[in-house]
């Protein structure tokens, strides 16, 4: 099983063909919401991550996160990455493993669906349901992960939440994307974070490339302690909890951290209006995308009437709504 077999992906070749499974990641659609734009008198666009090969856009993530391990020399052929989730980044790896030769050990909160695990099953993963405990009990899945992936020779523990790389995924891939597909005529880009890696590696490229023009905002869903943070500076949670999985912070992650403070503001997103957004979506366009992508919606549609008429404002569609 040799992990170097499979060509590089660029993903940003633009040409008629790609390399596998990992050269398919990236250069989603972007999509106007006409519906949203004609009544704003905006410009709100969705870039469609539901279309990754993986079905969202924690592909990308995956993606960076083992060429990292890769390029560091913790991961050579026939290794194993071992990676503590419970969503779409598992899913993520589990394809990005298959596909370059290595094993994936992904540790869960046992409280998962058993189709999620099939799944994962299904695409070659040693899935390991473990009790669902605090972040602060030793047996929490993320350190049943760090410790198993430090037991064995030639493994990595990916730790999407604190490793950069995640965050490089979209400083190297969709901001670059987001700003060909619009011809730089961007005003505001928006999402949810639960790692951070998409909202601050986006931002971080845009506001570069535009020199500071192209505003960046947190979209939040209740429960957590984000929104508070960037508007007041304090960490405390807004609201209680949320249905939407995958997003949502009770702290600030390394992902998250060195961009900040280049956020514009935020907005918070309670869970009526994004289940509301579910089915516009699919009336409306005939998208059928999960509540973290209707939330990232209401909150591009908030920017935009922040910003005025006229603004084009971009966010993601990150899954399928059968995720
Ligand atoms: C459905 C969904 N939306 C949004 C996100 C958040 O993306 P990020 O981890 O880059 O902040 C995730 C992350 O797992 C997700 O699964």
């Known amino acids: 099983m040799a992990a170097t077999s499979h060509a590089e992906p660029n993903l940003s070749i633009g040409g008629s063909e790609v390399h596998g499974f990992v ?8 999509i106007r919401l006409a ?3 004609d009544e704003t008198g905006c410009n709100i666009l969705a870039k469609a991550e539901f279309m990754s090969p993986g079905g969202s856009i924690k592909d990308r993530a995956a993606l960076f996160l083992v060429k990292d391990a890769e390029a560091k020399g913790l991961l050579q052929p026939g290794g194993t990455v071992v990676e503590g989730t419970a969503g779409n980044t598992g899913i993520g790896l589990a394809h990005v493993c298959r596909s370059k030769g290595y094993k994936c050990v992904i540790y869960m909160p046992d409280t998962q669906s058993q189709e999620k695990i099939d799944l994962l099953r299904m695409l070659g993963a040693d ?8 972040f602060d009990n030793p047996q929490n899945y993320n350190h049943q992960a760090k410790r198993h992936a430090e037991s064995l020779d030639n493994a990595v523990w990916t730790n999407q939440f604190d490793n950069t790389a995640n965050r490089e995924a979209h400083i190297k891939t969709t901001g670059p994307e987001i700003w060909r597909q619009t011809n730089g005529k961007i005003d505001a880009f928006t999402c949810a974070t639960g790692t951070g890696g998409t909202l601050a590696g986006t931002v971080r490229y845009l506001k570069e490339i535009s020199e500071g023009r192209v505003k960046g905002y947190l979209a939040d869903p209740p429960g957590s302690v984000l929104y508070k943070l960037v508007e007041t500076g ?3 949670r807004e609201g209680t909890g949320s249905i939407t999985e995958g997003i949502g912070q009770g702290r600030v992650t390394s992902n998250l951290a060195p ?11 309670p869970d009526v209006e994004s289940i509301k957004m579910v089915y ?3 009336d409306e366009e005939g998208l059928y995308v999960g509540a973290s992508s209707a939330l990232n919606v ?3 549609v908030e920017v935009a009437k922040r910003l ?3 603004s084009t404002v971009v966010t993601m569609l990150c899954d399928g709504a059968y995720r």
């Open 35 to 37: 519906k949203l734009s």
């Open 259 to 269: 961009d900040l403070e280049l956020l514009d503001g935020a907005v918070h997103i």
């Open 23 to 30: 050269g398919a990641i990236g250069n989603t659609p972007l």
């Open 298 to 300: 209401v909150a591009a």
């Open 308 to 310: 005025g008429k006229g």
């Open 127 to 134: 899935v390991r349901p473990v009790p669902a405990v605090a």
């Open 234 to 236: 304090k960490i405390e």
């Open 280 to 282: 516009r979506l699919l």
